[in-house]
């Protein structure tokens, strides 16, 4: 033990001596860490919400019947089971909306206490242990977690206005309710959702449901047992939203890492006297590797510690962006503050001592392995180096030769991010062997003592740039791949909102009857061009929830419904219902094509439809299904008209609006102009692309950290290799403008093959990622100009990464230099 | 000519201000030789940076062929390193990432005065020509010293300067490498001041010099 202590005690005398490593290495795990655990949180939280939504009605009632067509049924088919002795509890949901400076809409949960399955959790309490009677009512009670009540603006015990001039019971807030939902007894969702006599669904003990009675005939044809599956559909739905995250947290951890990596070897060269030393006085390998990994933990803690904490803030700040994305994108409520369990905060400790390991095992196998007693020789480990290079170059074409198989042949998520990591490994892997190679390709043809010179120098620094220059040349070919698919899709998304949003007023109705009403009072005024209908069915196909739409028959679709393949007739067929229509991401998910037969669960048994077209419809995680209204209200009686597309002459859109308010007392969240949709759509947009933007900046920034670093501390190895040019008569200014240039043309080639492996990357993304997550594919943008302004920033990065050092050698006194002929080397 | 008058040096320590040199007088004529020995402290070395323009004297002057070294820019100190002058160090100082070709050229080709003829020449002389191809850490001492002496000499300079040209090597190659430096300075015309402790190899140059306590002993400038 006591040599433990002695050792360790002046292994850390180097840190004293080298506070510029210590930061480095600290500075690595602090950053590598608070990105890691940064997105953790993120998606730690939303997943917890995730599982709180799921969990509303959690506990034995693992099974539900649900309605076999459309979202609802009628309340009788509740009393008929009842009275034949199932043990079901009725549940209503539905959205309510209320106005305000930021409209809102909220998850509506109506359910019957009284009958809940025994043991039943209801928002993370027993269903018995509330007081019923003052649930029950009235005036009721409406259950509300603190953060929605805090969006609504209100106070416990207030009651709630909603858009349609309905209010709540009061409010009462419940910690352990989700964010974004509301429970009332199933009485009072009735009123609010406009829903008399309707149920969602029926819950059942799951011990029933294992081997439940046969269903009476009638209710046969109504209902079907399923289990329940709300939370998974949020859950899956949202996995590649997360999944994205994870990846980019990962490869920040990894870029984090690179730094670590590099100043724990430079600590090592530096230290070997001392090791060697240690070792004369008696110290056994087995004792100084032991104290070398304890002094790597002591690191990893303290980086560790700093990293989590800012993990924790980085998370803070992202999470408004985050959670707009996934309420945008996927209706997903996320809670707008951070409640993370202390499990969180030990696997980011734990994260950063396996980053430091992984970061610094290599200097300890090398420690336990290197003969100490050899001095540090360049061009020897050049040699040596250029084994290593021709390893990881076999290595790098295994793992090419693995991203080709995952995208030939691997069909998930899973493998298309397989597909990305090999593909980036194996490039960063190659580095350093290609920049060697362009180097000696330099070198045949530098002309001039001080070209040779900077040739041959550079490659000499080459094994010791090498990772920074990988972290580099990862996290520039990310930010060019990211921002090529990002702009790439603002782009298509625009252009496709253009035309896809080419009425002028969109209006939801709060019901079928408002609807016609509506449409009956357009159909004579003055300045309405069209007024198109909307009917809507949900149901699920293969166990995927889809929209199925129903349209009328109007060359308005023709001009600006855009498809991405259709058959000749295709608009013709739709008509007559005769085909239907698919969105890209079904069409996938279906696995079907133009001309094959889509089979609809109809209320006359299965409806076959041929598929005659197929369109992009970006940012919907449901799938969408286009088919003729006649048609989709011939064969569902329960079809609601859900909205109307109106085409107005342009001179007519505000009057028409505001008597339509004033008419039908629509709201904001009711009747939108074509602009104020398409501004919406084009804010959820730039939120769901914010967090991934400042990702990738920190990546980038991380990156010139491991530059700066590195370059630091070569410096003082630097010197004694500039000091002899500089007595043969090459002047100091000179001496750090080449250097300059060194470090200019190292980054320069990697900026250069960061940008065709950024624009790969961009491929994969939309070609490959894009349709295991989304089920829609892009098409391939590239765009000049970013690809300059950031090969620019990633110049620019090397060069701030630079100037630091080369400032500190333009300055250094000729003693500095003239020592280096004196010391020992 | 090399004439070195009344040269003062000192350095800023911890301590405070350190004098090296304290009013140092000689003069090496054109294509003789010089030793300068002395204790280790005594301001050897100092003088000979002094000389290569490494360093900038206090007060005094250094004039070579009648122009003095003080005032010039550091590039024309550079430039002045680069054509005028040969330096040979105890510690080689070799590029290390420059085989033996391009080390013996660099300075020569530095200078615009490369002389493929004299270079080869100079290899053979020196032992270096199956070296070529190596790089610095690939030879031993002796090997890296003659590296160092064919770089300094392969731009044929006016005047070469040697600290302690051979303080690495053992008796048997300090003799050989001192006959071959004394051959080629002989060669090129080269004047030579070479700092050294050791009396017998003094013995071989011109004149020998003895510093002491950042003085030229009287009688001996």
């Excluded at chain 1, 290593?388 to 076999?394: S, T, V």
């Excluded at chain 2, 510690?91 to 004299?118: C, E, K, M, T």
């Amino acid at each position: 033990m006591a040599m433990l202590r002695i050792s360790l005690l002046a292994l850390l005398s180097h840190w004293r001596r080298h506070p510029l490593q210590l930061f480095s290495i600290l500075t690595g795990l602090w950053l590598a860490t608070a990105l890691w655990t940064g997105v953790q949180a993120l998606n730690s939280q939303a997943r917890a919400d995730y599982a709180r939504a799921s969990a509303l009605l959690a506990g034995p009632a693992q099974a539900q019947l649900v309605a076999r067509r459309g979202e609802r049924f009628e309340q009788a088919a509740y009393v008929q089971l009842r009275r034949s002795g199932w043990p079901v509890s009725p549940v209503l949901e539905g959205r309510l909306r209320f106005a305000g400076a930021e409209p809102l809409s909220v998850r509506l949960l109506g359910i019957e206490p009284l009958t809940l399955p025994p043991g039943t959790v209801v928002a993370g309490q027993p269903g018995g242990a509330s007081d019923l009677r003052a649930f029950i009512g009235p005036p009721g009670q409406a259950w509300i977690a603190a953060d929605t009540l805090q969006r609504l603006g209100l106070q416990p015990g207030e009651r709630a206005l909603t858009s349609d001039g309905q209010r709540l019971p009061p409010l009462q807030v419940h910690t352990q309710l989700a964010p974004g939902v509301i429970v009332v007894d199933i009485g009072h969702a009735q009123a609010l959702l406009q829903a008399p006599g309707q149920l969602s669904r029926l819950l059942l003990p799951a011990d029933f449901a294992v081997r439940p009675p046969d269903l009476p005939a009638a209710l046969a044809e109504l209902l079907q047992l399923q289990p329940s599956s709300a939370g998974d559909d949020l859950q899956r739905l949202t996995d590649s939203f997360h999944l994205n995250l994870s990846a980019l947290g990962l490869l920040a951890f990894l870029v984090g890492l690179f730094i670590v990596h590099a100043a724990i070897g430079l600590a090592l060269e530096q230290r070997r006297g001392l090791l060697r030393t240690l070792r004369a006085c008696g110290v056994s390998l087995r004792g100084l590797i032991g104290a070398l990994a304890v002094e790597l933990g002591l690191l990893a803690l303290l980086g560790g510690l700093a990293g989590v904490a800012c993990g924790y803030l980085l998370a803070s700040l992202l999470l408004d962006d985050v959670a707009a994305s996934l309420r945008g994108l996927y209706g997903a409520e996320v809670a707008g503050q951070l409640s993370l369990s202390p499990q969180w905060w030990l696997s980011g400790i734990a994260m950063s001592l396996f980053g430091a390991l992984l970061a610094g095992g290599n200097s300890l196998w090398r420690a336990a392995q290197l003969p100490l007693l050899a001095l540090a020789l360049p061009q020897a480990w050049r040699a040596a180096q250029s084994r290593w290079l021709r390893r990881q170059a076999l290595l790098a074409g295994v793992l090419l030769l693995l991203a080709a198989g995952c995208w030939r042949f691997g069909d998930s998520l899973l493998a298309a991010f397989a597909m990305l990591a090999a593909l980036l490994l194996a490039a960063a892997l190659l580095l350093p062997a290609l920049l060697d190679a362009t180097l000696a390709v330099l070198a045949r043809h530098s002309r001039g003592p001080l070209a040779e010179w900077f040739v041959a120098d550079s490659r000499q620094q080459l094994p010791a740039l090498a990772l920074a220059l990988m972290a580099l040349l990862l996290a520039l070919a990310a930010s060019v791949g990211v921002g090529s698919m990002t702009e790439g899709f603002r782009q298509t998304f625009v252009g496709w909102l253009d035309q896809r949003l080419s009425a002028d007023l969109y209006l939801t109705p709060r019901d079928t009857a408002q609807a016609l009403e509506i449409s009956a009072w357009l159909a004579g005024r003055p300045g309405v061009e069209a007024v198109l209908p909307n009917w809507r069915v949900d149901m699920r196909l293969q166990g995927w929830p889809v929209q199925l739409q129903g349209i009328v028959d109007h060359p308005s679709y023709r001009r600006h419904w855009p498809l991405l393949e259709q058959r000749a007739d295709a608009w013709t067929q739709l008509a007559a219902g005769q085909g239907a229509m698919l969105s890209e991401q079904l069409a996938r998910r279906l696995k079907l094509g133009l001309g094959d037969r889509l089979p609809l669960p109809g209320a006359e048994g299965e409806q076959h439809l041929s598929v005659v077209g197929l369109y992009a419809d970006y940012g919907n995680p449901r799938g969408h299904l286009l088919v003729s209204a006649d048609w989709l209200r011939r064969h569902w009686s329960e079809a609601r008209l859900s909205n109307l597309s109106l085409r107005l002459q342009p001179a007519q859109v505000a009057a028409l609006k505001e008597q339509l308010e004033q008419r039908y007392g629509l709201d904001a969240t009711r009747l939108i102009e074509q602009a104020t949709l398409k501004r919406w759509s084009t804010a959820v947009f730039e939120r769901t692309f914010a967090a991934t933007a400042a990702l990738n900046s920190l990546t980038l920034l991380v990156a010139g950290v491991a530059l700066f670093i590195s370059l630091l501390t070569l410096g003082h190895s630097r010197l004694g290799q500039l000091a002899p040019l500089w007595a043969l008569g090459v002047g100091r200014t000179r001496l750090a403008w080449l250097s300059l240039g060194q470090t200019l043309l190292l980054a320069s080639l990697t900026v250069l093959l960061a940008m065709p492996l950024g624009v790969l990357l961009a491929w994969c993304l939309v070609a490959v990622v894009n349709v295991q997550a989304f089920g829609w594919r892009l098409p391939l943008h590239v765009f000049p100009g970013q690809l300059l302004q950031l090969a620019l920033l990633g110049l620019l990065t090397s060069l701030l990464a630079a100037a630091g050092p080369l400032w500190q050698l333009a300055r250094r006194q000729p003693a500095d230099l003239l020592r280096q002929f004196a010391d020992e080397r | 000519m090399l004439i070195v008058e009344n040269v003062y040096k000192s350095f800023v320590t911890a301590q405070g201000s350190l004098p090296v040199l304290r009013g140092v007088d000689l003069q090496l004529s054109t294509g003789s030789s010089l030793a300068l020995m002395g204790e280790s402290g005594s301001g050897k070395s100092t003088l000979l940076h002094l000389i290569a323009g490494l360093e900038r004297v206090d007060s005094g002057r250094i004039l070579v062929d009648g122009q003095p070294l003080q005032g010039r820019r550091e590039a024309e100190l550079a430039r002045w390193r680069r054509e005028g002058i040969g330096l040979v160090f105890q510690q080689y100082n070799l590029i290390g990432s420059l085989d033996v070709a391009a080390n013996l050229s660099f300075q020569a080709r530095l200078a615009g005065r490369h002389d493929q003829a004299w270079i080869g020449h100079l290899a053979e002389r020196l032992g270096l020509a199956s070296l070529l191809a190596r790089y610095p850490e690939q030879l031993s001492g002796g090997q890296q010293q003659r590296v160092a002496i064919g770089r300094a000499l392969a731009a044929r300079p006016a005047l070469l300067l040697a600290d302690e040209p051979t303080g690495n090597l053992d008796e048997a190659s300090s003799a050989a490498v001192l006959d071959l430096l004394l051959e080629l300075v002989s060669e090129t015309g080269s004047s030579l001041l070479m700092v050294t402790h050791s009396a017998r190899l003094a013995s071989r140059l011109g004149r020998t010099l003895y510093l002491r306590q950042g003085r030229i002993q009287p009688g001996e400038a």
